[in-house]
C-alpha cells in the first residue's frame, strides 16, 4: 500500500513538473467519425484513439477545452493516433458497442482496431500526454503505467 502511495505521489511531483514543459500555444485535434477514422485503421500502422464524449458532460467540456486544445496533446495525437470523437448523444450504439457508461471516456485501440483499454474521466495535458506515450510505445504489453512512469523519470547513464 505504501509503495503504491509513494508511486502515485511521485507520479504526481512528475506530471506538476511536466505542466510547465506543456505550456504552448493551443492546438486542435484533427478529429474523425467513428465510421472514417475505423476504416482509416485498418490500412494503418498507428494506434487509435476514440474519445466518447457528450456536450452536456462538464467533465468533457473540460477535457475538450483544457487538454485536446494543448498543443503539446494535440499534436502528438494527431501524429502519432487516428483520433476519432464520438458524440454519445448523437451514436448512442457506437457508445454501447464498447460500453461507455461514464463520460468521458477514452478507447485506445492498437493498430488494426484490437482493444488496449478506456481511460475515464477528466485528465489534465500533462497526464494524458504520458498515457499517449505509453499507448504509443506499447509499453501496456510489459509493464504497469506507474512503472512506465518510473522508467521514463530514471535517470539516463
Known amino acids: 500500500m505504501a509503495k503504491t502511495a509513494l508511486g502515485r ?3 504526481f511531483g512528475w506530471i506538476l513538473g511536466l ?3 506543456l505550456a504552448g500555444p493551443a492546438g486542435a485535434v484533427q478529429w474523425q467519425s467513428y465510421t472514417a477514422g475505423m476504416d482509416q485503421a485498418k490500412g494503418s500502422d498507428k494506434s487509435v484513439l476514440v474519445a466518447f464524449v457528450s456536450k452536456r458532460c462538464k467533465a468533457c467540456v473540460l477535457l475538450e477545452q483544457n487538454t485536446f486544445t494543448s498543443g503539446p496533446v494535440a499534436s502528438y495525437m494527431d501524429q502519432n493516433f487516428i483520433t476519432i470523437r464520438v458524440d454519445t448523444d ?4 457506437v457508445a454501447a458497442e464498447y460500453q ?3 463520460l468521458p471516456t477514452i478507447w485506445f485501440l492498437e493498430p488494426g482496431g484490437r482493444p488496449v483499454a478506456p481511460l475515464v474521466g477528466y485528465h489534465p495535458p500533462q497526464f494524458f500526454l504520458a498515457v499517449l506515450w505509453y499507448v504509443k510505445d506499447q509499453a501496456y504489453k510489459n509493464m504497469s503505467f506507474d512503472d ?5 523519470l530514471a535517470p539516463k547513464e
Open 9 to 11: 505521489f511521485l507520479l
Open 19 to 21: 505542466g510547465l514543459a
Open 90 to 93: 448523437e451514436e448512442e450504439d
Open 100 to 102: 461507455v457508461h461514464s
Open 148 to 152: 512506465y512512469v518510473k522508467k521514463e
